[in-house]
């Protein structure tokens, strides 16, 4: 039976969630990875599931004139990142929930999204990597940094230790998924230079660019 819980609508969990963001362990390491691999020379970003706009903020530092697009569905997140842009005139924040297919948005040179894809169904994983793919600009890079499934229940355990959860609080919005399966989806749809660039237990950064003609 598919998992159709999502408890982001509800501010209680937003809010609980942001509490606990800057402490996950080795989160930076995955930021920092990320950051290292978006050009400072792209022109528009669209942030996937924005949250309070951590990664955005993090993107713009090196990026202040890139024209961004910060999508979330949680009305405590977008208070959160509309406040944090407020003098940002080259951020437009909407709302948007995942689970339906992306509004007209334009192309772009980068797609990042942070420890949020997991919570959709797997088969919207896969349409949304499509149209993520098809917004691309040839050239564009999608980053990934994301809440895969461990390979043994052994392995999920220890996680949800190590992040100080049990099985039993664990989100159960969650919608966890192998990182193999998501590369081959991702090299199946066209993106090259598919990767996990880097992984702590079940945080990992997917990562994949769209091809120029001259790939092709």
């Known amino acids: 039976m598919v998992n159709q819980i999502n408890l982001w609508t509800s501010a209680d969990h937003a809010l609980k969630y942001l509490a606990q963001a800057d402490s996950i362990p080795h989160r930076t390491e995955g930021e ?7 050009p400072k020379t792209v022109k528009r970003i669209l942030d996937l599931g924005t949250g309070d706009g951590r990664l ?11 024209q961004s697009i910060a999508v ?21 924040v909407i709302a948007h929930n995942l689970d339906e297919p992306l509004p007209e948005l334009g192309s772009f040179d980068a797609v990042v999204s942070s420890f949020a894809i997991h919570h959709l169904t797997h088969d919207r994983k896969l349409a949304l990597y499509t149209e993520i793919f098809q ?34 609080t664990e989100d159960p919005s969650n919608k966890l998924l192998d990182v193999e399966t998501q590369l081959g989806w991702l090299r199946e749809i066209g993106f090259i230079d598919v990767d996990c660039y880097w992984k702590w237990l079940e945080l990992a950064l997917l990562i994949g660019l769209k091809p120029n003609s001259s790939n092709v």
Do not use: W, Y
Request: aromatic share 6%; net charge negative; glycine share 4%.
């Open 32 to 38: 920092a990875v990320l950051l290292e691999h978006v």
């Open 56 to 66: 955005l903020a993090l993107l713009k530092l090196d990026r202040p004139q890139a």
């Open 72 to 92: 979330d569905f949680s009305a405590t997140m977008l208070e959160a990142v509309k406040t944090r842009f407020v003098r940002d005139t080259t951020v437009q």
């Open 135 to 168: 917004i691309l600009e040839p050239g564009g890079i999608f980053c990934n940094l994301e809440h895969v499934a461990s390979p043994t229940p052994a392995l999920h355990k220890h996680f949800l230790h190590s992040i100080g959860f049990t099985l039993e």
